[in-house]
């Protein structure tokens, strides 16, 4: 039977395997090794096959974001360094210092020098990572002013006068100026209201979806929530934002001039209900000249669409005030009630 003598012929292949001689070949003792370094270096390669954006956040689209990527990069490699150093020494003394059957283990109790040596070199590492994170902190918080192409913030314009100093916990560059947009997620999509320069904050132009800005100009977003709690994240323009109803959070994010026409995307972070995964974000960079157009085309289309509406609301009411006599003559509201 073909059955038999297949198992009949492993079993053959098995043993000289498990055969007492064969545990002892060179080329067997070098199989761990083997495993070890290739799995050292598929650590070191993957970070550069995966780019950063596997191992550390999303950035590129704003000098904030690329803080907090270079923060954490910093603390990837001192991690690597510390598990590499800590697996390395664990998986030599494994092999270096297995015991055979019958072996009696040393009894070993404490050094105290190699104590102190990595109490003190686990307290260094965490305060080389403090003092580099309160480094960067402030170029992760605080707005940059807008750049020397970016929306001219002081003169006349669409967007004049946008500004905003709402309260200590917004942070404002240090000129004072930025584009301030409102930001306000509510289910399931988010409302952009941007700022238009007059003191009638009833008729900005606004946006669903799409938050067009310009580039090199420093953009303030003030995040609210209307209904439920939302987060407001574009990855590669930054962290992450609770929206909140009845709170407002703030954050900030500037596109280079060289990524014009580049869209950023990103969607709700926070489960805000059934169709949150529809819940999309999206902020497009422009140049200042079509930022203003853009402006200019919003404000054009509402208003087109109010004028719209008031002349629609005159057409429904008009036939009732136009044709009083027609309407008792005739028809079933001039039968008489019984
Ligand atoms: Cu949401």
Known sequence: MPRSTDSSRSVHTIRPVLGPTSTNSPRRRR???LAVAAFVALGLLLPGVAAADFWTPESGGSSNADAIDNLYKFVLVIAAVVFFGVEGALF???FKFKARKGAVAAQIRGNTRLEIAWTVGAALIVIVIAVATFITLPSIRNPD?????GLDLASSGVARGVQVASGPT???PPNGKSLNVKVNGQQYLWRFTYPDGDKNTLNNPFSYEELVVPTDTTVTLEIEAQDVAHSWWIPKLGGKFDAIPGSTNYTW???PAKLEGKVFRGQCA????RNHANMIAQVKAVSPADFEAYIARRKQDTKAADDAAAKQRKEVEAPAADQPAADKTSGPTATPLP
């Open 31 to 33: 199989r761990p090794w």
């Open 92 to 94: 030599y003394s494994l």
């Open 145 to 149: 002013n807008s750049g020397a192409n």
């Open 170 to 172: 917004q942070k404002l």
């Open 253 to 255: 994010f500037k596109v």
């Open 270 to 273: 926070e489960l805000c209900g």
